[in-house]
């Protein structure tokens, strides 16, 4: 079995970074062979995404997330995760943004998805102040994820009755 974790973030102070490198420790423990895919670009793919992310953040907070959710499900899907992904994969995204890269892997028989809900993330963008545009697309993509992903992990009772 090979176990992909896709979406570790960067900060060290993040919540989602500590569940997934308990995760990613815990599935070794076992000798399961584990693998993950930050959530950061590196060298020019990075240039690609992170750079023009946050020109555009000085004006537009929303197209700037567009950028970096398209751009960023670009990356992982073409580049990375289908190198990774062989038979007997499961594949754990660590939020909803990573759905669109994991679409394709859904309905074959020899790979699961598995996605953790670390909270609302339609709810935590609009506390950061997106346009309800914005919130309402990612909020429909939640739903869409929820019912198309079989395995769903939810970190705490109140995430669960999300």
Known sequence: MNVIIA????????????????????????NINTSYLSSYPQKFDKLITSVPYRLLNLFNKDLAFRWKFITMNQYILKKELRKMVNENTIINIQSVDWFNSVKPFLNKNDIKVVLTIHGAYGDQLKAKGYSSKTVEKVIQLEREAFLSIKQLVAVSPQTAQY
């Open 7 to 30: 979406g570790i973030p960067k900060k060290l102070s993040s919540g989602v970074r500590t569940h997934t490198l308990s995760l990613l420790s815990g599935l070794k423990e076992y």
